[in-house]
């Protein structure tokens, strides 16, 4: 039987994990630019790290961007942890935070591939499909109080 445990990063260590697990997937995987991928957000952002069985294999970030809204970003699992509810439960983790933090809101730019991801946990999509590092995205919303 596997453990999942998701956490707000508390150390050092576990920030690294943090950049290790982003840089293995969106710089490595997803040939994004690293000079794209680590950003000033980082450092007021709420860094969240999944683990399973002890072993970091997946992270996310809440950013409060005033007004009562949260922008989740920077959802990336190891493969080895995909297919098991992680980033479900790295979602949930983020809307908990937000929650905590009296926002009202979160929002997300989520890659395209991962709209029905997204959808199915409660986000709609608006505007118009647009590139981040080459990649498509679409702006998500979902407002926290109903799940």
Known sequence: MTTTEIRLARDERDRAAVFVIRGAVFVAEQQ???EEEWDSRDTAADHFLALVDGVPV????????GGGTGLLGRLAVLPKGRGNGTGVA???????RASER?????????QTHALGFY?????TAHG????????PHMHMVRELGRR
């Open 102 to 110: 009296g926002l009202d809101r979160v929002e997300l730019h989520a």
């Open 128 to 135: 118009e499909e647009f590139l981040d590092a080459g990649i």
């Open 32 to 34: 994004v630019p690293v």
């Open 119 to 123: 959808t199915r946990l409660g986000y």
């Open 90 to 96: 790295l979602v949930r983790a983020v809307e908990e």
């Open 58 to 65: 997946g992270t996310v970030r809440l950013v409060d961007l």
